[in-house]
């Protein structure tokens, strides 16, 4: 089966399994546990941070920085199709007890005249703004990297507003690899910053929330509140050193097999797909001919390909380290026996 639902679905492999098995662990609640505060001082590092915390998850990450900056009643502005706002149970609500303003970005990127329309005024009728979420690469937008001029507009902004800025960078390193730029050339223009590493990094469980030492003790509070207190954590935090280690400059390769697979599917008669915006490791497509997504979905799934069918009528598709040169192939030849070829006979 060749799974391209997410870059979730990687595994680790035997040599970050062995490094997992071979970790050195302690109490991770009593600052013990040294495999853990490696990994932490290692992405704090990386990231231009103060300090870090090991989350269990992207979402568990993302909420921690919006609790660790925000109170109850505050305000978050963020894009409308954002991970943190869509895809994060209502979190925002149900655990930092604040409200969203939306803002229709392009491929994800707001701007500071969209943030300053909707900044409250100080009045006593109106929850007051604190903070800007921001995500890099934008899941929704195709995998779009931030520019970085993009990005230093809307923390003079905050700044302006004595706002702070957080960025949902689950995807940061695919960013970084797309454009260019480093780690600390993006996260210089934000307060707090989340990276996962059981997406493209190939680790099995877990985020690190990087900032300044304040906040992340604020951060730390919290986890343990919502129970992230782990314990012998190390196991985990020995993947993610193995995959800043080994991981981030191959992710290369899964932003070629996109291009290759966009390439491809746009060769299909009944693919409506813009192959000169494949940035990263996503492809979003739709499909002519009135044929149902989901239904395709399905059919490709009979046939060894997993992809994800999205609202509105959309279909994604996400390359990473457990897919290889010839399982695209492999892709390419199904999507055309299932979608037909260029003359448009479809099999459905």
């Known amino acids: 089966m060749i799974d391209l639902r997410s870059d979730t679905m990687t595994r680790p492999t035997p040599a970050m399994r062995q490094a997992m098995a071979n970790a050195e662990v302690g109490d991770d609640c009593f600052g013990e546990d040294p495999t853990v505060n490696r990994l932490e001082e290692a992405m704090a590092t990386l990231l231009g941070k103060e300090a870090a915390l090991l989350a269990t998850s992207g979402t568990q990450g993302n909420q921690l920085a919006v609790r660790s900056q925000t109170h109850h009643g505050n305000e978050v502005i963020a894009e409308q199709y954002c991970h943190l706002f869509n895809s994060e149970a209502g979190a925002l609500g149900a655990l930092a007890g604040v409200q969203v303003r939306l803002l229709q970005g392009k491929h994800g990127v707001i701007t500071p005249e969209q943030i300053e329309s909707v900044i409250q005024a100080d009045n006593v009728h109106y929850g007051r703004t604190a903070l800007v979420s921001v995500e890099n690469t934008h899941n929704k937008s195709g995998g779009t990297p931030w520019p970085l001029e993009a990005l230093a507009a809307v923390q003079d902004c905050a700044r302006d507003h004595d706002l702070r800025v ?25 307060d707090t910053v989340s990276v996962c590493m059981s997406k493209g ?13 304040e906040t992340m003790d604020k951060a730390r509070y919290f986890r343990k509140m919502l129970g992230g207190g782990m314990r012998q954590a190390g196991v985990l935090a020995a993947a993610g050193l193995y ?7 191959r992710l290369a390769d899964d932003h070629a097999r996109a291009q290759r697979l966009a390439i491809a599917l746009a060769d299909i008669e009944a693919v409506d797909i813009n192959v000169n915006h494949v940035p990263s490791n996503m492809i979003f497509f739709r499909l002519r001919n009135g044929l149902d997504p989901y239904e395709v979905v399905n059919r490709l799934d009979q046939q060894g390909v997993k992809m ?35 003359n448009g006979d479809l099999v459905i």
């Open 201 to 213: 990094l190939g680790a099995p469980v877990g985020s690190v929330l990087a900032g300044d030492q």
């Open 166 to 190: 957080h960025m949902d960078g689950a995807r940061l390193f695919n960013a970084c690899v797309a454009t260019g730029n480093t780690a600390r050339e993006y996260t210089q223009y934000v």
């Open 308 to 342: 994800l069918a999205m609202k509105p009528g959309v279909i994604r598709a996400v390359t990473h380290l457990d897919v290889n040169d010839e399982q695209i192939e492999q892709t390419i030849a199904i999507c055309r026996e299932v979608l037909g070829k260029e």
């Open 243 to 249: 995959a800043l280690e080994h991981n981030i400059n």
